[in-house]
């Protein structure tokens, strides 16, 4: 049963993160282009305009504009409301998962960089190295002060996670002729050992192989593309990373081979 207190604090992270989903679009905008993250204001892609405050409230903003901007009444990609409701959703599941503890802004500033993360990485096929390099000493640190990461434990997370993804990538470049996955990849892995600690990349690799091939085969089947189809592997590492952050621990109770 939730208090009245509980709920003021889930209805208070889902209007937080709503808020912080709307910049994280910005970033997943901006990031790949090289742009500004801070200047100019707000405008629409398409003809230039600024876009008013009231225009750019998450979520409702695009409702009320029914998808369209208000200039040149091109359509908005549904990306933006995505993002947002995604971004509310992660925040009131942490604020319910960790509380309010020094965890919780550690946990959701980890959980705003995946989204970031996996939109860029599905639109452009790039890990942006602006979020996950700085990110690996800084989730390091907050792992260890904020969630109980021990500094051995987070700074293997990072040599195993470079190490075994990249011995991955190049025994499947040896044996395809292809190259299955970049050095944004392998970092990215390095971030999450950094913040969960060595003990979560298997469940993490686990997942990520079997809901990438998964998707992987029904694109191909769907399209009628070749093996040789590529995939964004980044979203389906930064999902097991987001399930072992909520649920992984829990896990290892009842398949400790995974963890």
Not at 22 to 39: A, D, K, Q, W
Not at 128 to 134: R, T, Y
Request: hydrophobic residues 55%; contains cysteine.
């Amino acid at each position: 049963m939730i208090s009245s207190m509980g709920w003021l604090g889930i209805g208070g992270a889902i209007l937080l993160g709503a808020i912080v989903g709307s910049y994280l679009n910005v970033c997943i905008y901006r990031i790949p282009r090289g742009e500004s993250l801070v200047f100019p204001a707000s405008r629409c892609p398409r003809c230039g305009s600024d876009i008013p405050w009231h225009d750019n409230v998450p979520i409702i903003g695009y409702l009320l504009l029914k998808g369209r901007c208000r200039h040149c009444r091109q359509r908005i990609s549904g990306r933006y409301p995505l993002v947002e409701a995604l971004s509310a959703a992660l925040a009131s599941a942490a604020y319910l998962k960790f509380g309010l503890s020094p965890a919780l802004p550690a946990v959701f500033l980890f959980l705003a960089a995946l989204i970031v993360i996996v939109f860029i990485d599905i639109e452009h096929q790039i890990i942006p190295h602006e979020i996950v390099l700085p990110g690996i000493p800084v989730f390091l640190l907050a792992a260890v002060f904020t969630m109980g990461v021990s500094w051995r434990d987070s700074f293997l997370g990072i040599m195993v996670g470079i190490g075994v993804l990249y011995l991955i990538a190049l025994y499947y470049e040896q044996i395809t002729g292809n190259e299955g996955m970049g050095g944004g990849d392998v970092n990215l892995m390095a971030m999450f050992g950094a913040f969960l600690g060595w003990q979560s990349l298997p469940f993490i690799l686990m997942i990520a192989s079997v809901t990438g091939a998964a998707v992987g085969i029904f694109l191909m089947i769907r399209r009628g593309e070749s093996l040789k189809y590529a995939v964004p592997f980044g979203p389906f590492l930064s999902l097991g990373a987001a399930l072992y952050l909520f649920w992984g621990r829990d896990l290892a109770k009842y398949f400790p081979c995974l963890i």
